[in-house]
């Protein structure tokens, strides 16, 4: 089946604290990104990738990392996680072949509470 | 700046009444359009899309848009809402500005 996959699902951690959440797609897709999702606001990019070794930055990259050694995985690390990063984190991925338009496929999320 | 605006935050119709959730835009070109639709618990599903051509789009779960070039919208419809339809509803403009959502909730 095709599909995102994002782990951990929930995580409740403390300040300061490095963490990482995956991302793992199995669509052999070359674009991936990373959205945070929070009340009134929408869903903001973080971080994007248009292929392995390739990233940049969305809108809102302040406190966070990325890294695409592979196609597949493009994991969303937290240094130093503050309260303010309390949030639903969602992957994403989509061919860049083809049609240029192509649908996002979106990883279930992962709720963030940093205390 | 570009930018997508649902001016609803929550929208409630009663079961087999007609929806229309709001979506406006502001692009310098005709962008590529969408709707997702996220249910309780779950990621983000495409409903449907837009680029060119027909501005009468369908999509899934019975739904549509239509793309209005002179009033900047893409305004989401189903004519019968079923009560499995209750969902946060994103617009977006070029895959990555999304709308700041409308909750929908369907009264029994």
């Known amino acids: 089946e095709a599909q995102v996959t994002q782990n951990p699902r929930y995580l409740i951690t403390v300040t300061g604290k490095k963490l990482t959440v995956t991302c793992s797609q199995n669509m052999n897709h070359e674009y991936m990104s990373w959205y945070r999702q929070d009340p009134g606001l929408g869903l903001r990019q973080i971080y994007y990738s248009m292929n392995v070794e390739v990233t940049d930055k969305g809108d809102v990259p302040e406190g966070y990392k990325v890294s695409r050694k592979e196609k597949r995985n493009f994991p969303l690390i937290l240094e130093s996680p503050s309260p303010n990063q309390t949030s639903l984190y969602f992957c994403?991925?989509?061919?860049?072949?083809?049609?240029?338009?192509?649908?996002?496929?979106f990883g279930p999320g992962t709720r963030l509470t940093v205390l | 700046a570009q930018s997508v605006t649902q001016p609803d935050i929550h929208i409630t119709v009663s079961e087999g009444a007609s929806l229309e959730l709001r979506c406006n835009y502001s692009y310098g070109a005709t962008p590529y359009l969408f709707w997702y639709v996220q249910s309780p618990g779950q990621g983000l599903q495409l409903l449907l899309k837009?680029?060119?051509?027909?501005?009468l789009v369908q999509g899934i779960k019975g739904f549509e848009a239509e793309f209005k070039r002179s009033q900047s919208s893409f305004n989401l419809r189903k004519p019968s809402v079923h009560w499995s339809d209750a969902a946060e509803y994103f617009c977006?403009?070029?895959?990555?500005?999304f709308g700041s959502g409308t909750r929908l909730s369907i009264r029994p």
């Open positions: 977006g403009a070029s895959k990555i500005i």
């Open positions: 837009y680029f060119s051509g027909d501005t």
């Open positions: 994403a991925s989509r061919s860049l072949g083809g049609h240029s338009y192509n649908e996002q496929f």
